[in-house]
């Protein structure tokens, strides 16, 4: 079983949409979670920490239920900027992150 | 800030070859990854080095991988000799230590690497 699972999508969206998706992990053993962001043939970017009593950053809200161990993310009025593949990301008691294989979403005009 | 700086960008090579990949992280950053990223895998971390010291290398699929480090400016990772299924895209990143910035990793642009 993979460390960290989401669900591949696409998710295909108008602009102006909401659009949800989760991850699950694992390990119950993990203690950080975060977001990141990966544009088409580009390196991955820190999009936002995931706290436990969840949190938000402009259109973007992230939850976390440790009980069940899953992570989502919620994007609010979509962009066609926010087209892109977004990793969820688990890290344990040492330095090592363990990426999903990432979720794509797709806004369209 | 420059940020984290790879070369070669692209590197195109015959299987048997010898590759280089180079890294440069951003100036103070005591963490560095080595990771590769593949369709059928996805990212995968292969080794990390804190303060310029290999920490964990249980990711490096084969002998035929190694990495070093030898000074906190410089990073290489090495295929020797390299094969097909080694072509993937291959990611520095750096971070720093400390308890709010110890989660955050930055992206170097990757190298993408075809072995024919």
């Known amino acids: 079983r993979k460390e960290v699972e989401q669900d591949p999508g696409p998710f295909n969206v108008p602009e102006g949409a909401t659009v949800a998706f989760n991850c699950t992990y694992s390990?119950?053993?993990?203690?950080?979670f975060f977001w990141y962001r990966q544009d088409c043939r580009k390196e991955p970017k820190l999009l936002m920490s995931?706290?436990?009593s969840g949190n938000e950053d402009g259109r973007f809200t992230a939850q976390l239920n440790r009980a069940s161990q899953y992570i989502s993310l919620l994007i609010r009025d979509s962009k066609l900027s926010d087209s892109a593949t977004y990793l969820c990301?688990?890290?344990?008691?040492?330095?090592?992150?363990?990426f999903g294989a990432g979720t794509t979403v797709t806004v369209r005009a | 800030d420059a940020g984290v700086i790879q070369s070669p960008r692209h590197e195109v090579t015959e299987m048997g070859q010898e590759v280089t990949l180079r890294c440069k992280p951003i100036?103070?950053?005591?963490?560095l990854f080595w990771y590769r990223q593949t369709m059928m895998r996805g990212l995968e971390l292969l080794i990390y080095?804190?303060?310029?010291?290999?920490?964990?290398d249980s990711g490096m699929p084969e002998d035929r991988f190694s990495a070093k480090m030898p000074n906190a400016s410089f990073s290489t990772l090495k295929i020797q000799p390299s094969e097909p299924r080694d072509s993937a895209v291959y990611f520095c990143?750096?971070?720093?230590?400390?308890?709010?910035?110890?989660?955050?990793?930055?992206f170097g642009p990757g190298t993408r690497l075809l072995v024919l």
């Open positions: 990301v688990v890290q344990r008691g040492d330095y090592k992150l363990s």
């Open positions: 990143a750096t971070g720093l230590a400390g308890a709010w910035r110890r989660e955050t990793q930055y």
């Open positions: 390990n119950s053993a993990s203690q950080s």
């Open positions: 080095f804190n303060n310029n010291v290999p920490i964990d």
């Open positions: 100036s103070g950053h005591d963490y």
């Open positions: 995931v706290y436990s």
